[in-house]
């Protein structure tokens, strides 16, 4: 249930929630945006480019952005368990997302998770499910980014085994992105589809680095149809487009390290015996991210 819908029902309305309209807009004046996924979640905070859409059309409101993507990751968290198992990986997903104390979530799997094909497909939505409600409340906007095809003319190999893997890869991915969005329509959420927009590459333009993963371009050419899903009145985006990326990708940056330290292990791992006195330093990050934040405001306000 969106904050659409606790609205309605507080003032005495009941509705069924396949109603909400996904057309609404998701995100409202002081808002934080927290992203949690794969690598298609990590990696845009290295370029910035939805980021700077979203922020770009947003002048005045103050919405802030958080990045909680990583390199693999599955909804078990099995990427971010680093020495401990999977399980710790993703307690400290849910305890991190809860402590940022989100409004509007972005959920980024299923890419990984394909390679299991239709039998592990139960199994993935069942736990896609369990993700969501752990991190998110009746409160909280939730909105589901579906994992993008392979391309075949950047894959690093050309051949007819190569094209018969893509094609298999790509059914399979297919297979998952309807299941989530079904998933996220018996909600009433959104779904955030690139699938039309990657179609429309010209043939003279490289989305990709590695048949998979999208590059600078990708992420610029594909920010439109990921801020569509937000449901934003058309408004001219406002601002230097290069100054303001410069300070998003700064300021990804700073939480990034906030949140990943490099010798994480020795802070809040299993040698923080060691140096976890150490991790009180952590949060000097906060201060100089909301500075950057601070900046890019006066910019967009």
């Not at 094209?163 to 009433?188: C, M, P, V």
């Not at 952590?282 to 900046?295: G, R, Y």
Request: charged content about 25%; proline content about 4%; aromatic content about 8%.
């Amino acid at each position: 249930m969106n904050r659409l819908s606790v609205c309605l029902f507080t003032l005495g309305f009941i509705i069924p929630l396949s109603i909400v309209s996904a057309d609404e807009p998701k995100l409202e004046k002081g808002d934080l945006v927290v992203s949690i996924g794969n690598t298609l979640i990590e990696r845009e905070q290295e370029y910035g480019d939805w980021e700077l859409e979203l922020t770009r059309r947003l002048s005045g409101q103050n919405i802030r952005f958080r990045n909680l993507g990583w390199s693999g990751d599955t909804v078990w968290a099995e990427s971010r368990g680093i020495f401990d198992p999977p399980k710790v990986g993703y307690e400290r997903l849910i305890e991190l997302a809860k402590e940022l104390k989100p409004n509007v979530i972005v959920f980024g799997y299923g890419g990984v998770e394909s390679e299991g094909g239709i039998d592990a497909l139960p199994a993935f939505i069942k736990q896609y499910e369990q993700l969501v409600n752990d991190v998110a409340n009746s409160e909280i906007e939730c909105l589901h980014l579906l994992p993008i095809p392979l391309e075949e003319s950047s894959f690093p190999v050309q051949n007819s085994e190569a094209k018969n893997f893509i094609q298999q890869a790509n059914q399979n991915i297919q297979l998952y992105a309807d299941a989530i969005r079904k998933f996220a329509e018996s909600r009433g959420e959104a779904v955030i589809d690139l699938t039309a927009a990657l179609n429309h590459r010209p043939a003279d333009q490289q989305w990709r680095d590695n048949g998979l993963h999208l590059n600078a371009t990708g992420y610029q050419k594909t920010a439109s149809a990921f801020v569509d899903a937000f449901g934003l009145e058309d408004q001219e985006p406002v601002g230097d487009a290069e100054e303001l990326r410069a300070l998003i990708r700064r300021k990804n940056e700073l939480f990034f390290h906030r949140w990943r330290p490099q010798n994480i292990t020795y802070l809040t791992g299993f040698r923080k015996h060691e140096q976890g006195q150490n991790a009180v330093e952590i949060a000097q990050f906060d201060p100089l991210i909301a500075e950057v934040e601070s900046q890019i405001s006066s910019i967009i306000d």
